[in-house]
């Protein structure tokens, strides 16, 4: 028995220094006393029920029960004996309480419990002693069970970081065992044990952490112990990455390209750069500037710092700049920086009209220039490009030109018809250049273009025939018409004149009749015309323009003459003989009607004015005889008695009917008798010469008077003169003063003569018998006479030696009665 109980002992490891160890010793020595009569060992795990059976220590004691009973067998002294019971009746020994060997022994093994079990009549004492084998009922423990660590990204490969040990009550294989790290990247687990076995864990860095990829981590540390079955804990292991500034700004494009519009307003926006920076935090704030900016490119383009976008700061002109380039840094805190390029290309607006210049305009332009005469040469500009460049070019209005393009924005400007001056002398041609834009712009030129005269236009006459009248007898020099003739040409070409082209007339040059003031076409009268001469003048004037050669055109100009009542009526029968005496013959016994004879008369005028009429202006007895008023018949219209006289005396007046009428008197002289002797008895004393010879005594008288007081006066003044000449010669002798000789103003020297110096003149006037008084002045050196005829029947005859006074024209002498 005793080596089973050994044998079973051999299963414990150590055995441990102490107090207890001491005791138990002394307590073995004890059993071995004469009451000791066995020592038993059972061995039993941990954690057994209760009421499990520990050893039946009747039989290992070899006692039976009887004996137990009346040995009344019971446990005695010892440690922990509330674990174990012993049931006496069946020799057992039972759990009676559970037994935890963490709780009991800690750490140490082997475990185990002694107690003695004592049986009376005889005494005896069995000590029995329980070890307590472990099971594994503990898991390993982490104290804490989450873990956390900071770890910058850029620690460096290698470094260590001291994990939390775990604890598990549990002791042999049952312990701890080791440790497990989830599977990672960065990290591995590195385990020691410290000098009282312990063991524990590092993590140690392998390959860098990296913020960007991983922010953090999170990773399980296990602890396992060598139970079976095996038993875990865990511990949870928190990372956190933190940044460093190992990240530059990466645009996200090398290149930008934006468009924008010529002309667009600042702010506009353009494009918008972006660079992002993997880092966190202010490692990861880009700010953008234009790097290395073209300084006439600051005033352009503005990019906002923050946010990457670039706007439009001044004016932007396509045809200044087509196309800009800007570089641009992206920039960290940490200062990395990026660098990409910005394109910006300008698109063209249709912001600049066509321009036209003039390379050279011709003006004025002659008439006569045939058709495609180039007139100009143009220049058309556009500044802006492509369609907004593309500049077409016309003629506004309707008019005979044209634009022809040949070189590219080169155009002339040519006739298409035959121009005329006369009908439009000058042109604006405005011509307008439009680009092909949208929308449109144009600009307008206007071009002044004078025609020049050409004389291709003959004067014209305003009236085909000239047709007018003139009064006979008028004054030379006196305008009859105006010739008009225009030439609408102009200037020098325009100018007209008048000629007068030669003819005859009668016999004689046109000329001597009329002329033409070649300059204001006035036709004049050359001298006073007669119209008992020439009744018209028909002759052809020519006009004539200054152009080289000169043109011309023909008028005829048709002067009528008309008649004046300026030839009285002359008496053709009776014949008016001077002294003799004409009477025509009545018979007494003549009857009522009787045609006594005719007053013939003519008159040179024509018309009315040559229209006669006679009438009976005086008789001797107006009973007797009428005249008949339109042929001049003198009739008898009573019967002819023997108590009328034998001497009639008739005076008959002949008017025409010209306004004023002229007449004339014709004396008829009628014998009213039977026979011829008869009437040469009447007739011897028929004479009224008595009359006159009374008048002509009359007038010698008065001539002879008026002689002889002129002498008489003459006389007077002349002695008087004498003496105050001598007078006056005395006084100036006396005061010895120079003598003036003074002349009376009316007087030259003559004096010795006695005689009078100048003809003298006299003056005649008489009124006549019509409504006008005319004076009638004779002039020095002319002789005027006047006769009178004895047989006058009165009319007053003018009678000029050296020219007939009718031919000056300034005499408007008239005789009339
Ligand atoms: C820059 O680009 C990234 C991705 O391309 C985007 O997520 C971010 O919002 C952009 N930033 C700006 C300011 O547009
Ligand atoms: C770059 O960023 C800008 C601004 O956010 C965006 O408009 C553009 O589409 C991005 N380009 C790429 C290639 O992602
Ligand atoms: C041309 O223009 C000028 C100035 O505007 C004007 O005086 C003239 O009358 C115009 N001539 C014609 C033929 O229209
Ligand atoms: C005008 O008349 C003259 C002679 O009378 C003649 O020689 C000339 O040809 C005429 N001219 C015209 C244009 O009719």
């Given at each position: 028995l005793f080596v089973i109980v050994f044998g079973r002992q051999t299963r414990c490891v150590k055995w441990r220094c102490g107090c207890g160890h001491v005791w138990r010793l002394l307590s073995l020595l004890l059993c071995f006393s004469p009451l000791v009569s066995g020592h038993i060992r059972y061995s039993i795990p941990e954690e057994m029920k209760k009421g499990s059976l520990i050893g039946n220590v009747a039989q290992d004691l070899g006692l039976d029960l009887k004996r137990l009973r009346s040995g009344r067998a019971r446990i005695v002294s010892g440690e922990s004996i509330q674990y174990t019971e012993l049931k006496a009746d069946k020799g057992t020994l039972v759990v009676n309480e559970r037994i935890d060997r963490e709780q009991l022994c800690g750490d140490v093994t082997p475990c185990s419990f002694s107690f003695e079990i004592i049986l009376e009549n005889p005494m005896e004492l069995h000590q029995v002693t329980v070890e307590i084998t472990d099971i594994n009922d503990h898991s390993p423990v982490f104290k804490r069970n989450r873990i956390n660590f900071e770890i910058s990204e850029g620690a460096v490969i290698g470094v260590r970081f001291a994990l939390n040990s775990a604890e598990d009550q549990d002791v042999g294989v049952n312990g701890l065992k080791e440790y497990f790290l989830t599977e990672n990247e960065n990290f591995i687990l590195k385990q020691n044990?410290?000098?009282?076995?312990?063991?524990?864990?590092?993590?140690?860095?392998?390959?860098?952490?990296?913020?960007?990829?991983?922010?953090?981590?999170?990773?399980?540390?296990?602890?396992?112990?060598g139970g079976t079955p095996q038993r875990s804990g865990t511990v949870n292991i928190d990372i956190t990455v933190l940044d460093v500034n190992d990240n530059a700004p990466v645009f996200n494009q090398s290149v930008y390209k934006a468009t924008v519009l010529?002309?667009?307003?600042?702010?506009?926006?353009?494009?918008?750069?972006?660079?992002?920076?993997?880092?966190?935090?202010?490692n990861g704030v880009v700010t953008y500037h234009f790097s290395d900016l073209d300084s006439s490119l600051l005033n352009v383009?503005?990019?906002?710092?923050?946010?990457?976008?670039i706007s439009i700061k001044g004016s932007i002109d396509y045809e200044k700049d087509k196309k800009y380039e800007l570089r641009i840094e992206a920039k960290d805190q940490g200062g990395l920086t990026d660098l990409s390029k910005v394109i910006i290309e300008v698109t063209d607006v249709n912001d600049n009209a066509p321009t036209i210049s003039v390379m050279s305009f011709t003006s004025p332009v002659s008439e006569d220039s045939p058709p495609g005469?180039?007139?100009?040469?143009?220049?058309?500009?556009?500044?802006?490009?492509?369609?907004?460049?593309?500049?077409?070019?016309?003629?506004?209005?309707?008019?005979?030109?044209?634009?022809?393009?040949?070189?590219?924005?080169?155009?002339?400007?040519?006739?298409?018809?035959?121009?005329?001056?006369?009908?439009?002398?000058?042109?604006?041609?405005?011509?307008?250049?439009?680009?092909?834009?949208?929308?449109?712009?144009?600009?307008?030129?206007?071009?002044?273009?004078?025609?020049?005269?050409?004389n291709d236009n003959a004067p014209v006459f305003l009236q085909s025939v000239y047709n007018t009248f003139?009064?006979?007898?008028?004054?030379?020099?006196?305008?009859?018409?105006?010739?008009?003739?225009?030439?609408?040409?102009?200037?020098?070409?325009?100018?007209v004149s008048y000629i007068l082209e030669e003819t005859n007339v009668g016999g004689s040059p046109i000329s001597d009749f009329v002329s033409v003031n070649a300059e204001s076409g006035v036709v004049h009268a050359v001298r006073s015309f007669d119209y008992e001469q020439i009744k018209e003048l028909l002759f052809v004037v020519k006009a004539q323009d200054g152009g080289s050669p000169p043109l011309s055109s023909n008028v005829t100009v048709k002067i009528l003459i008309q008649d004046q009542n300026d030839n009285p009526p002359q008496v053709l029968y009776p014949v008016q003989t001077g002294g003799s005496v004409v009477a025509e013959m009545v018979p007494r016994s003549a009857d009522v009607g009787y045609l006594v004879t005719k007053v013939v008369a003519v008159d040179v005028d024509s018309g009315q004015n040559a229209w006669l009429s006679y009438k009976l202006q005086k008789a001797t007895d107006r009973?007797?005889?009428?005249?008949?008023?339109?042929?001049?018949?003198?009739?008898?219209?009573?019967?002819?008695?023997?108590?009328?006289?034998?001497?009639?005396?008739?005076?008959?007046?002949?008017?025409?009917?010209?306004?004023?009428?002229?007449?004339?008197?014709?004396?008829?002289?009628?014998?009213?008798?039977?026979?011829?002797?008869e009437v040469?008895?009447?007739?011897?004393?028929?004479?009224?010469?008595?009359?006159?010879?009374?008048?002509?005594?009359f007038y010698l008288v008065l001539a002879?008077?008026?002689v002889s007081f002129l002498f008489i006066t003459c006389l007077v003044v002349i002695i008087s003169v004498k003496i105050y000449r001598w007078r006056q010669s005395r006084i100036l002798y006396q005061s010895k003063l120079p003598v003036i000789p003074y002349y009376p103003p009316r007087y030259s020297d003559t004096l010795g003569t006695g005689t009078l110096p100048h003809v003298y003149n006299y003056e005649v006037c008489r009124t006549t018998d019509s409504r006008k008084s005319d004076c009638k002045f004779g002039r020095a050196g002319s002789q005027n006479v006047l006769i009178m005829e004895p047989s006058s029947t009165g009319t007053m005859q003018r009678i000029q030696s050296d020219r007939n006074i009718l031919d000056e024209p300034d005499s408007p002498l008239e005789v009339s009665l």
């Open positions: 044990s410290n000098a009282d076995g312990k063991k524990y864990a590092e993590m140690v860095l392998q390959k860098p952490l990296d913020r960007e990829t991983n922010p953090s981590l999170s990773l399980k540390l296990i602890a396992v112990d010529e002309n667009s307003p600042k702010d506009t926006y353009v494009i918008t750069v972006n660079a992002s920076d993997a880092d966190h935090g202010s383009f503005t990019i906002n710092e923050e946010t990457g976008i005469t180039t007139i100009g040469i143009i220049n058309v500009k556009d500044l802006d490009s492509g369609d907004n460049g593309q500049v077409n070019c016309k003629i506004e209005e309707n008019s005979p030109f044209k634009i022809k393009s040949n070189l590219r924005n080169y155009y002339t400007l040519v006739t298409d018809t035959v121009l005329d001056r006369e009908g439009v002398s000058d042109y604006n041609i405005t011509v307008v250049a439009t680009d092909s834009g949208l929308p449109p712009l144009s600009v307008r030129r206007t071009f002044h273009l004078k025609v020049s005269d050409v003139i009064t006979e007898n008028n004054s030379p020099g006196l305008s009859v018409l105006t010739l008009r003739a225009k030439d609408p040409d102009e200037n020098q070409n325009a100018r009973a007797l005889f009428e005249v008949g008023l339109q042929n001049g018949e003198i009739r008898t219209i009573r019967q002819v008695s023997d108590k009328d006289a034998v001497k009639q005396r008739l005076t008959v007046i002949v008017e025409d009917n010209g306004q004023p009428s002229r007449s004339a008197t014709v004396i008829v002289n009628v014998a009213v008798a039977d026979s011829f002797p040469l008895s009447e007739f011897t004393d028929f004479t009224h010469d008595k009359e006159y010879k009374d008048n002509l005594t002879l008077a008026v």
